[in-house]
T-cell receptor, first 114, second 110 residues
């Protein structure tokens, strides 16, 4: 069982909706990540938070807005998404962002945009 | 050339057989190497880190060849439950990016 918890597991939303994805970890990790994964493709990095500060934004459109309220929580706020944004959204964490750090993934949110 | 390349498969292998995957990477500055396993519609899970000296975990053996810039994963006595996509992952020195291969799909048949 994963120690990174994501909710909801499934989400269907319209292009005018606002929704949020949530991620929580209690392993004391100080780095948290959002990835997007399309079917039969590897995960694509979206955002990295290190010590609750945004470290990397991989040129993600502004309709995706990350938030890190504290060291255990990571949110992804969604607004005015497009159908092509439908994908599996994965949260991950690692102790820090060092070279050898291993990532632990949550089970993901399967998002469908209609 | 892709930064990390894997044979996409699928590899169809009978139960009990030995199967090997290779993965090549283009950046000679790469420092960390991992194999992840991903089941259909599930999250990737770390299978093994890969060290220069090679490492083994039960039926799984990982090897790194820095000179030729490839890593390998060997699965012995394959089980039905080994059916999954195996993703090769490489990390360079100072950035946070994991560079993912496209994955190799493995199907173990009874």
């Amino acid at each position: 069982d994963t120690e990174v918890t994501q909710t909801p597991k499934h989400l269907v939303m319209g292009m005018t909706n606002k929704k949020s994805l949530k991620c929580e970890q209690h392993m004391g990790h100080r780095a948290m990540y959002w990835y997007k994964q399309k079917a039969k493709k590897p995960p694509e990095l979206m955002f990295v938070y290190s010590y609750e500060k945004l470290s990397i934004n991989e040129s993600v459109p502004s309709r995706f807005s990350p938030e890190c309220p504290n060291s255990s929580l990571l949110n992804l706020h969604l607004h005015a998404l497009q159908p092509e944004d439908s994908a599996l959204y994965l949260c991950a964490s690692s102790q820090v962002t060092g070279v050898g750090e291993k990532l632990f993934f949550g089970s993901g949110t399967q998002l469908s945009v209609l | 050339r892709k930064e990390v390349e894997q044979d996409p498969g699928p590899f169809n292998v009978p139960e009990g057989a030995t199967v090997a995957f290779n993965c090549t990477y283009s950046n000679s500055a790469s420092q960390s190497f991992f194999w992840y396993r991903q089941d259909c519609r599930k999250e990737p899970k770390l299978l093994m880190s890969v060290y220069s000296s090679g490492n083994e975990d039960g039926r799984f053996t990982a090897q790194l060849n820095r000179a030729s810039q490839y890593i390998s994963l060997l699965i012995r006595d394959s089980k039905l439950s080994d059916s999954a996509t195996y993703l090769c992952v490489v990390k360079t020195d100072s950035n946070y990016q994991l560079i993912w291969g496209a994955g190799t799909k493995l199907i173990i048949k009874p």
